[in-house]
């Protein structure tokens, strides 16, 4: 079988397709038919990409299932990326155990996979941001399951439309980082196995707290996938946030993220000097909305490569040792 080239040939070859798509997305981002294929994407593409992040063991995958499960049943398609190591050394327990065994792996409107988790996750050439925009074309829901407390929630912060943090009952890493400023706001934050009663409520209270002090209000929501307590109120929650980010013109939405995922990727291989290029080469060309962002990556690092290479020469006249 051969890698589809337009999302027509993707959702006829179904899942196996994808998984052909994300193989030839990791060997070559930025080849002429991934471009094409990305170029379509992000023309069309409708679904809203949400990132989850937090520490090992808070309950992420756990969580996943619950809002897979309970987003089927409603009708909506999902796709769940995990760039989350753990979930590799777990022998592939991407979802829950508990729910993960309530979702029909034959079911077309659920798609899972698990991404190597490289140094870095928000650039353009890596898989992730490609992956999601792709992703993004085919399920109405894209969800990125990432780790990390810190620089991976700028990351995310990239590629998805809303960003939820996860934080452990009384864990003081999230709590020190929000106090801080160290971490950036997320949409809504979760303490994570409410169930344990008054740990989990305490965290609750600080991180409010934590978000007054930044003068944020961000929703903060205890939650057990256990007794299902909070549950209920993060779906309900989630739908409004959905709601109020398609409410928002497609276009600027469009071009944010365009924005962002450039000056990432960017970013993450020439640094600043890179970005002072970008800004200079987006003045003269311009980007247009029609193509993707890996598109406009492509040309302006062939831009980039375009000068002859030369030997460097030291200026005549200078004092020479
Ligand atoms: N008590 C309790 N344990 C939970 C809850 N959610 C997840 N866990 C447990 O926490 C551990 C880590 O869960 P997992 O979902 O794999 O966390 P991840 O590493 O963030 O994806 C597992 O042993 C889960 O059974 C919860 O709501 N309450
Ligand atoms: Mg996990």
Redesign the pocket.
């Known amino acids: 079988m051969t890698v589809p080239t337009s999302l027509a040939a993707l959702r006829r070859q179904g899942k196996g397709g994808l998984v052909r798509c994300l193989a030839a997305l990791e060997t070559d981002p930025l080849a002429d038919t991934v471009l094409d294929l990305l170029d379509e994407a992000w023309r069309v593409g409708e679904g809203v990409v949400i990132g989850l992040t937090?520490?090992?063991?808070?309950?992420?995958?756990?969580?996943?299932s619950v809002l897979a499960r309970a987003w089927r049943d409603r009708g909506s398609t999902l796709a769940v990326l995990a760039v989350?190591p753990?979930?590799r050394r777990?022998g592939g327990?991407l979802l829950?155990?508990?729910t993960r065994l309530a979702l029909d792996p034959g079911d077309p409107g659920l798609f899972v996979r698990s991404l190597a988790a490289r140094d870095r996750l928000g650039g353009l050439a890596d898989l992730c941001a490609p992956a999601t925009v792709l992703l993004a074309a085919l399920f109405d829901r894209v969800i990125v399951?990432t780790?990390g407390v810190g620089q991976s929630e700028s990351e995310i912060r990239d590629l998805a439309d809303l960003v939820l943090l996860?934080v452990q009952p009384a864990a003081g890493d999230g709590l020190q980082f929000m106090k801080a400023g160290i971490l950036e706001v997320p949409d809504l934050l979760l303490v994570?196995?409410?169930?344990?009663g008054e740990p989990a409520e305490r965290t609750r209270r600080e991180l409010e707290a934590a978000c007054l002090l930044r003068g944020e209000k961000v929703p903060v929501h205890a939650?057990?996938?256990?007794?299902r307590e909070g549950v209920e109120g993060l779906l309900r929650a989630l739908e409004e946030r959905i709601a109020s980010h398609r409410s928002r013109p497609r276009d600027t939405r469009r071009a944010e993220r365009s924005d962002a995922l450039l000056r990432a990727a960017v970013a993450g291989e020439f640094g600043r000097w890179g970005l002072r290029a970008l800004a200079r080469w987006r003045e003269e060309v311009g980007l247009d909305p029609a193509l993707s962002p890996f598109r406009h990556l492509r040309a302006f690092t062939e831009c980039l490569a375009g000068e002859r290479p030369r030997p460097p020469v030291a200026s005549t006249g200078g004092p020479r040792p």
């Open positions: 937090g520490p090992p063991g808070v309950g992420k995958s756990s969580l996943l989350d753990s979930s777990t327990a829950g155990d508990r399951e780790v996860a994570t196995k409410a169930d344990l939650i057990s996938t256990v007794t």
